[in-house]
């Protein structure tokens, strides 16, 4: 086809133009070719934008967030003298985890935290990096630590999230901070960073949770479970879905509140959400995107344009969940420093 496939050269469009002479033919580089059959096809039609009012805009919401956290920060150096302080520790040179622990220590400076760095070689010993957190558990300028996951495989990541000192565990990852979370009457000192940002999007955007049907996809440690036991402890009738269970379309399909963290680029289509349901879409996956400056582009667990047609409120990728994760890191290393200042006892 390429080689039948021809154009007039602007010289020759020019000589015919009032002329009608027939113009000569030159043959066009394939790339135009490709180009030119994309432009004459019946193209598929452009999606529908989706209104803003649909939109939870969670750049927005952390952005009010950390605007409020800095006020709090500065009425906490003029009543008490203190300074919150986060410790990150990074182990390897993951170019993600290296741009979030870049992202982390930024919101520190700007909402007046120090902050604490330890970058630490990909084949450092579990020994070491358990003396780097030990180190900043001892260290009172230090309110809250968090050591950036992944980790590389050669470490165990449940010893190092153990050994974080409780009241200093911001990430909420430790079991005694999860264990509380599962139990009614019990309050964690953390709520781990993502899930607790799911809620508060939630809460800001004034959505209803008492009483809801809401279906959580996934079960990690980290999104799915921590979420799941948040929407319950808000009175939600709560299902997570997983990869081992039949029908999760269907079951999702009845939610009013569906949070997708599964870890799969758009498998959440429009079809598995009920008309009027909010969603909250937790994944950030990279798609292959030829037209984008970098070659790809972020997309959620859920399709966008699919779902949002269903939703009556619903995250965008990026800019929804993502965003709140750093929020809710400062609000709790805000929170150990609060009760650092009024010296209270931590207890379980
Ligand atoms: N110790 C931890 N490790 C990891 C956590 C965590 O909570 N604690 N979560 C993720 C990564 N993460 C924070 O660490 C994180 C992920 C995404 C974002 C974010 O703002 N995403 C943007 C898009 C950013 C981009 O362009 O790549 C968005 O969604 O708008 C912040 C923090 C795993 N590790």
Do not use: E, L, M
């Given at each position: 086809m390429a080689s039948s496939f021809h154009r007039q050269s602007a010289a020759n469009r020019s000589a015919t133009r009032g002329s009608h002479r027939v113009a000569a033919i030159v043959p066009l580089p394939h790339h135009a070719v490709v180009a030119a059959v994309a432009a004459a096809a019946p193209s598929a039609p452009a999606p529908t934008p989706v209104p803003a009012s649909k939109l939870i805009d969670g750049k927005a919401i952390a952005d009010t967030i950390r605007g409020e956290i800095a006020v709090e920060v500065a009425a906490m150096k003029q009543q008490y003298n203190l300074t919150p302080g986060l410790a990150v520790v990074l182990v390897g040179a993951r170019k993600d985890s290296e741009t979030y622990v870049r992202s982390k220590k930024k919101a520190c400076a700007e909402v007046g935290f120090d902050s604490f760095g330890t970058d630490l070689p990909a084949d450092v010993s579990e020994e070491e990096l358990l003396k780097v957190v030990e180190d900043y558990n001892a260290?009172?300028?230090?309110h809250g630590i968090l050591v950036q996951l992944p980790l590389p495989k050669h470490i165990s990541e449940k010893r190092i999230l153990d050994a974080i000192s409780i009241e200093k565990d911001?990430?909420?990852?430790h079991p005694l901070n999860i264990g509380s979370l599962a139990m009614r009457g019990r309050h964690p000192l953390f709520v781990p960073c993502t899930p607790k940002g799911c809620i508060e999007l939630l809460e800001r955007m004034k959505v209803p949770i008492s009483g809801r049907k809401a279906c959580v996809i996934g079960r990690s440690n980290i999104v799915g479970m921590p979420v799941a036991l948040l929407l319950q402890r808000r009175d939600a009738t709560v299902t997570i879905v997983h990869s081992k269970t039949p029908d999760a379309q269907r079951i999702c399909s009845e939610a009013d509140i569906v949070v997708a963290a599964c870890g799969v680029a758009e498998m959440v289509t429009g079809d598995w959400i009920k008309p009027g349901a909010v969603v909250i879409d937790v994944g950030i996956n990279a798609k292959d995107d030829p037209s984008a400056k970098k070659g790809y582009r972020l997309v959620g667990d859920v399709e966008f344009e699919g779902a949002a047609a269903k939703a009556s409120l619903i995250t965008p990728v990026p800019g929804g969940v993502g965003p709140m994760t750093i929020a809710m890191l400062l609000q709790n290393t805000l929170e150990s420093a609060q009760r650092v200042a009024k010296g209270e006892s931590v207890t379980h």
């Open positions: 260290d009172p300028r230090v911001v990430d909420g990852f």
